[in-house]
Nanobody
Framework: QLQAYGGGLVQPGGSLRLSCATSGFTRDLYAITWFRQSPGKEREGVSSIYSGHGPTFYSEVLKDRFTISRDSAKNSVYLQMNSLKPEDTAVYYC??????????????????WGQGTQVTVSS
């Protein structure tokens, strides 16, 4: 199981760090990807880190502000979000794939999904 947490209300320009916690499996063996979904919009890929010391991927429009990282000792994956904008407001989900996805942003490539955490960027 996966659980995303760390969301909240932040002012424009602020930062948040999301965490993806898991139970029942070793996260290092899985690709972990962050997605987000705003009301009325499709779920979109944000950032991904592949298994082991695999590559990382970012949405082109977010790569300069968001950073994904993995802490193997804590079995955790983080998404550091800086310079947040109102358009970053969304529910953020983490997803895990047993095999590194062929298409990183294809939601059907993922085996497990967390419940999501709400991020609201507003003054």
């Amino acid at each position: 199981q996966l659980q995303a947490y760390g969301g909240g209300l932040v002012q424009p320009g602020g930062s948040l760090r999301l965490s993806c916690a898991t139970s029942g499996f070793t996260r290092d063996l899985y690709a972990i990807t962050w997605f987000r979904q705003s009301p009325g919009k499709e779920r979109e890929g944000v950032s991904s880190i592949y298994s082991g010391h695999g590559p990382t991927f970012y949405s082109e429009v977010l790569k300069d502000r968001f950073t994904i990282s993995r802490d193997s000792a804590k079995n955790s994956v983080y998404l550091q979000m800086n310079s947040l904008k109102p358009e970053d407001t969304a529910v953020y989900y983490c997803a895990a794939a047993r095999q590194n996805p062929r298409l990183v942003w294809a939601t059907n490539e993922y085996d497990y999904w967390g419940q999501g955490t709400q991020v609201t960027v507003s003054s």
